[in-house]
T-cell receptor
Framework: QQQVKQSPQSLIVQKGGISIINCAYE??????FPWYQQFPGKGPALLIA?????SEKKEGRFTISFNKSAKQFSLHIMDSQPGDSATYFC????????????FGTGTRLKVLA | GAGVSQSPSNKVTEKGKDVELRCDPI?????LYWYRQSLGQGLEFLIY????????KSGLPSDRFSAERTGGSVSTLTIQRTQQEDSAVYLC????????????FGSGTRLTVV
C-alpha cells in the first residue's frame, strides 16, 4: 500500500513530441505528489508538484494531471527537447509526521534530436 | 552552503569493512533525509532527522546501518561490515520545513563494495 507504481521504465520521444509518464498509488493518505528530474551523476531535483485537491498543474512545458478517484497522476512534457533527456521519478508524500516521500522506480527518458 | 554537500562522491570498499558517508545540508534546513538508490530501482527511504526529535529509522535495512546528526547540521551514515548488496548511490536531502516540501538533494555518494 506504500508503493508508487511508475511506467514506462524507459521512453524514447522525438524532439517536439509529447512525453507522458504515469504513476499510480493506493494509499489515500498521500497528500503531496512531486515529480523529480535526475541527470546522470546528480541528485534528483524537484520539477513540479501537485496536491490532491487540484486536477492539473502546469509550469511551462511541464504539466501534472491528477485523477484522485483513480489514484493516478501523470507528467506530460510538451515540445520535448534533447535537454529533457533524464530520469524522472514520481513521488508521494506520507502525511505521517515524518513527511517522507515514497518514490516510483523511475522512467529513463531519451529525446531524439 | 548553497546546496546539499555529500562526501565522498565515490567510495570503493572491501566487503566486511565499515564506511562513513557524510552529508552537509543547506544551512538552516531542519529536516534531513537519507535515501538509497540502487541500479534500476527507485529511491528507498532510509532515515529522517527533524530538529531535536527522535529520528525515524524505519527504513534502515539492517542493524549494520546507523546514522547520526550532530548539532542539527551535518549527518553521517555509517554502514558496518559492508556487503555487496550495499552497493548503491546514497542520497541525502534536506528541507527547510518539517513537512518535507521542497526537498533539495545532494549529488550522492556512489558506494561500491568489492
Amino acid at each position: 500500500q506504500q508503493q508508487v507504481k511508475q511506467s514506462p521504465q524507459s521512453l524514447i520521444v522525438q524532439k517536439g513530441g509529447i512525453s507522458i509518464i504515469n504513476c499510480a498509488y493506493e494509499n489515500t493518505a498521500f497528500d503531496y505528489f512531486p515529480w523529480y528530474q535526475q541527470f546522470p551523476g546528480k541528485g534528483p531535483a524537484l520539477l513540479i508538484a501537485i496536491r490532491p485537491d487540484v486536477s492539473e498543474k502546469k509550469e511551462g512545458r511541464f504539466t501534472i494531471s491528477f485523477n484522485k478517484s483513480a489514484k493516478q497522476f501523470s507528467l506530460h512534457i510538451m515540445d520535448s527537447q534533447p535537454g529533457d533527456s533524464a530520469t524522472y521519478f514520481c513521488a508521494a508524500r506520507t502525511d505521517s509526521g515524518t513527511y517522507k516521500y515514497i518514490f516510483g522506480t523511475g522512467t529513463r527518458l531519451k529525446v531524439l534530436a | 552552503g548553497a546546496g546539499v554537500s555529500q562526501s565522498p562522491s565515490n567510495k570503493v570498499t572491501e566487503k566486511g569493512k565499515d564506511v562513513e558517508l557524510r552529508c552537509d545540508p543547506i544551512s538552516g534546513h531542519t529536516a534531513l533525509y537519507w535515501y538509497r538508490q540502487s541500479l534500476g530501482q527507485g529511491l528507498e527511504f532510509l532515515i529522517y532527522f527533524q530538529g531535536n526529535s527522535a529520528p525515524d529509522k524505519s527504513g534502515l535495512p539492517s542493524d549494520r546501518f546507523s546514522a547520526e546528526r550532530t548539532g542539527g547540521s551535518v549527518s553521517t551514515l555509517t554502514i558496518q561490515r559492508t556487503q555487496q548488496e550495499d552497493s548503491a548511490v546514497y542520497l541525502c536531502a534536506s528541507s527547510s520545513a518539517g513537512r518535507g516540501y521542497g526537498y533539495t538533494f545532494g549529488s550522492g555518494t556512489r558506494l561500491t563494495v568489492v
